[in-house]
């Protein structure tokens, strides 16, 4: 068991080095240069793809926290703080890579603009959602309302993901997910889609790897409550 | 027969300590049982658990065949209890206190069961007095009361007589007689010969193992003090010995209630009477909206010194610092209503009080609402004079009223979240403040189309996702509700 389960995480590794590996050689010298934007725009690939990842964290935060609430069971709530903490790294990130773009391309590292500003909201909440679980000792009011406010911070997500439809922006629109398909020229397309790939092995990655840090953690606090019970018997 | 109430495995774990461990134990209905035990061996733990205020860490606890854990409406109308706290609001009269509790517990014939027991328990001529103004021991005697007055088929009190004079003292067990005979009566105590005055059978709790579990020999304090020391030390014949308990493993269902029993209008007159108190105790205390309608002008006139407005500017900024301090108003207030139940001990009687968790939620957003519509109004005519912008009008008084439905559909659900949560004024603005910005971008972009900074007609898609935000999170607060104040 712990071998099959050592070989996948082994595989998994590969995998997500390859997979990287080949959106980097796209990324650079596949993916041909923006004209109006110059090399800066290759910044948009990894951008993209922590966004998409963040999301996605959000989402599993989300139904973490709702199945928890439904089972009790301290699985879900693993997988919902493991997907906080990275959702809440892969935020930051956007952010600063959104920044280091704006600056070239806007001139500014932040503008109050509607897509950045969400996306800051958006990590206001989260990094609460980890600062609620430290300050509950109990774990299972711990879990209890960090799974509530994952379950209600995950509101400003839909928000976030149409700011740019609902106002006027100086974020780009979506140039993939469109009713009128893609707008990317094909090879930009298909970079973005590997890199998106790529990252969402590394995702999954880091899911198993911070799950099983949770799951050590859960086991001491097991472990104390059942030495607390043999002390008692003693 | 089913119990009045029984645990099964009962173990609870607060923090680093386990309170009680493994308990299992019927209570017959009538049967009177005192739970012994010297300070920290798990009484109040117990008493709380059996109650439906804590959670089981493992094992279960239940009501009349009702499984305690999840518990129905109809289960927590079943038990009267009264613990360390008083569950009684400290501005209220004894009579309002009383007439609160028959109205959240659907008592009937409210009026005369209130009256007998002001009576029994010589509280008739303190009647139309404050709480707060009662001695120690008459608010022991007010406290029994509201244990008693929803008529319990299971009753659990914390040390009953501590603050009770000898003559109460001695006309107590008289008084659950006439009050609660048929309910299992469950008391905690240190009084050894009360205890024997009291109880036909004894718990005896040590370090949270049930360690004595047996008949009390009427009246005979000493010998029951023999009988708690040899089951301390273990001595076989006193130990706790597995008794024939009631089997839980048929249909749960058929042996419990099921439904709540209580009808639409009940449900809204339960709601009434929260929202009633609410405004009673502000009206008396003046204690939110004062405070809050001031920090907000302290909030205009920040904004009105911090920034340097050119005159063009002037309408879109005061919108923007008239819903901001609207918004900070909203952190302050929607923790304050849930955090002013725990401060006040009150938490509690809400906790065990057989409303459903959604009506709760409601009965509090309700009050949260009219709270902050009552300091936006007040925000919107400080900032009309300090800025000198045309904003009484109907238009931005709607947006307003709707922007303080969506604050306090969301204040409300964080606040309940954050009352128990250690340093939570802290906490609860680094929670709620992010959450509730949609609210403000969209307030603001509503009002500037009001005062034609904007088109016209770009207000109404702000003004619906201010409806849209309260629709939701009112929504996602009333499933959720029953899991923030836990089991």
Known sequence: ?234 | MTPAASARSLTCRLGGTLAIRELTFDIDPGERIALLGANGSGKTTLLRALAGLLSPTVGSTFVCGSRMSRAEVATRRMVGYSGHNPHQYDDLTVRENLALVAATFVVDDASDRIDHLTHDLALDEYGRRRARELSRGLQQRLALAIALLPNPRLLLLDEPEAALDGATRARLGEIIDAHAGSAGFLFATHDLDRAAALAKRALVLDRGALVGDFEVCRGDGRKLLEDVAGAVEGRSRLAARPRNTFDYSADLDGTGQGTSGLSLGDSARQLAAIVGKDLRLEWRTREVVPALSLLSVLMVVAFSLAFVVPAEDVPAVAAGVLWASLAFATVVGGMRVFAAERDQGTMEALILAPISRAGLYLAKASVNFLFLAAVGLFSMVSVMILFDVALLRWDVAGLLILGSAAFASVGSLYGALAANVRARELLIPVLLLPVSLPVLIGGVAATLGSLGVTSTASQFPWAGLLAAFCAIFAGLAAMLFEHILGD
């Open chain 1, 1 to 234: 068991m712990l071998a099959g389960g050592s070989r996948s995480i082994w595989g998994l590794t590969a995998a997500t080095f390859i997979a990287m590996s080949a959106a980097i050689y796209m990324i650079f010298m596949y993916a041909p240069m923006e004209r109006v934007q110059g090399n800066i725009q290759r910044l948009f690939y990894a951008h993209m793809s922590m966004a998409w990842i963040a999301y996605l964290s959000f989402f599993m935060v989300f139904v973490g926290g709702a199945i928890y609430l439904a089972r009790r069971s301290a699985k879900w709530d693993r997988i919902a703080r493991s997907a906080a903490t990275i959702g809440v790294v892969f935020t930051t990130l956007v952010l600063i890579t959104g920044c280091l773009w704006g600056t070239r391309v806007w001139g500014a590292c932040w503008t109050w603009d509607a897509r950045l500003t969400t996306t800051l909201i958006l990590w206001f909440i989260y990094v609460g959602y980890l600062m609620l679980r430290g300050y509950i000792q109990e774990p299972q009011s711990r879990r209890r309302l960090a799974a509530i406010v994952g379950i209600a911070g995950f509101v400003v997500v839909p928000i976030n993901f149409l700011s740019v439809y609902w106002w006027r922006t100086l974020h780009p629109a979506p140039t993939v997910l469109r009713a009128d398909g893609p707008t990317l020229p094909p090879p930009m397309l298909a970079t973005l889609l590997v890199t998106v790939f790529a990252f969402t092995l590394l995702y999954v990655l880091l899911m198993r790897h911070q799950m099983a840090l949770e799951r050590l953690i859960d086991e001491v606090d097991d472990m104390q409550f059942q030495l607390l019970l043999t002390e008692r018997k003693l």
